[in-house]
């Protein structure tokens, strides 16, 4: 059965949405489905993630439209020709890949001239632009070093001006920030989307880490179990996932399981264990007797039981508290024996051992059936 796009508010791809395009992509290992029936356009000038956990398709639909691998089924369009028989350098694809690939025995100025070399790029331009690379990655001041006497963080910025040397139409990273430290990676996020926004280049980047795509995308495409279950900019998906398991990859959530016992305007009224009950937004095919996936950020739960239009409000039992410098974050214990996260201010903290009012308005909680962390689409 072919997947659908998940039902949510769609994010509209930049004007030129037909740059890149998957018709009715598949791939196949034997009985295996890597990649099922995939649907995507990618818009020129575009940042596009793939977002998932590992085996869930992403890097296989990377692959596919570098060249290293051939669809199984299906068609992949780039700026209105398929590229499905050519192979990898004649797409004018640039990539760079979490291991850099760089050639140890030749210099940085060396390794970035590389694909100018085997273009056959005249000596002269080869010089002038593999300066202007370098310059771009700030780091022409190393361009006689090899890659062995650089830091990760610089390997890596090599990797970028080889591939964007040549001018390509497109650029794909596969995890390339995946071997950087924290503090690393963090400023070379803001490198990347500086160099896209000055470019205006296409890039396509496959991640698992959220903060990467959630940092750097115009859109995020949310990959699982072979599909794209949900795409849009970074705070659709945020404040509205489509799926029970967008609303757990992306961000931090707080899960509660429950029975529908009635629907109303939208909304579900939903029995917790224990006689407790939560008021939600249904998402998906909701009905009474509904087994329901509760999903609620700890940032939008209140510790006020008057809060103003906030329709869910419990007791609860401080357990624990975990400082965050600029927040603290409280283990909530309700009386069923789950346990809450709530984001507080770092001075507002109540004591371990306290009862509290807890509370959150029924728009900011999403109910969604029970199993649909495994739909699918594209």
């Avoid at 796009?5 to 992509?25: G, L, M, Q, R, T």
């Avoid at 273009?119 to 202007?132: F, L, M, N």
């Avoid at 869910?312 to 283990?331: E, P, S, T």
């Avoid at 909530?332 to 507002?348: C, E, F, N, P, W």
């Amino acid at each position: 059965m072919a997947a659908q796009v998940a039902e949510a508010p769609a994010a509209e791809a930049p004007a030129d949405a037909k740059f890149v395009c998957f018709v009715d992509v598949e791939k196949s290992y034997g009985a295996f489905h890597a990649v099922r029936s995939l649907n995507l356009s990618i818009g020129r000038g575009e940042f596009l993630t793939f977002l998932g956990p590992s085996g869930s398709g992403k890097t296989t639909t990377l692959n596919m439209l570098a060249g290293f691998e051939r669809p199984s089924r299906g068609v992949i369009m780039l700026d209105g020709k398929s590229v499905d028989r050519l192979p990898p350098y004649e797409r004018n694809i640039g990539m760079v890949f979490q291991n850099y690939a760089l050639f140890p025995h030749m210099s940085v100025a060396d390794n970035v001239a590389f694909p100018l070399s085997v273009r056959k790029t005249p000596r002269g331009e080869i010089a002038s632009r593999v300066t202007r690379a370098l310059e771009m990655v700030r780091l022409e001041q190393f361009k006689d070093r090899r890659p062995a006497q650089l830091s990760g963080g610089q390997q890596q910025r090599v990797a970028l001006a080889r591939a964007l040397v040549f001018q390509p139409s497109l650029v794909l990273m596969d995890e390339p920030l995946g071997a950087l430290d924290k503090k690393l990676r963090e400023h070379m996020q803001i490198e990347l989307k500086q160099i896209h926004e000055m470019l205006g280049v296409t890039i396509v980047y496959v991640t698992h880490d959220q903060s990467e795509a959630l940092t750097m995308s115009d859109r995020v495409a949310i990959f699982e179990s072979g599909a794209i279950v949900q795409i849009g900019t970074p705070d659709l998906l945020y404040k509205e996932p489509a799926t029970a398991f967008v609303a757990s990859f992306i961000g931090e959530n707080n899960a509660l399981e429950g029975v529908v016992e009635r629907v109303i305007d939208g909304q579900c009224v939903v029995a917790l264990p224990t006689g407790l009950r939560a008021t939600a937004l249904s998402i998906g095919d909701i009905r009474p007797g509904t087994p329901v996936h509760l999903a609620v950020r700890p940032e939008r739960i209140g510790l006020s039981a008057v809060e103003a239009g906030a329709e869910n409000r419990f007791r609860a039992k401080v357990d624990g508290r975990i400082y965050h410098g600029d927040h603290q974050r409280l283990l909530a214990r309700l009386s069923s024996g789950q346990v809450l996260t709530v984001k507080i201010d770092a001075d507002a903290a109540p004591a371990t051992g306290d009862t509290i009012d807890i509370c959150w308005r029924a728009s900011e909680c999403r109910a969604f059936p029970t199993g649909t962390a495994a739909n699918a689409g594209s």
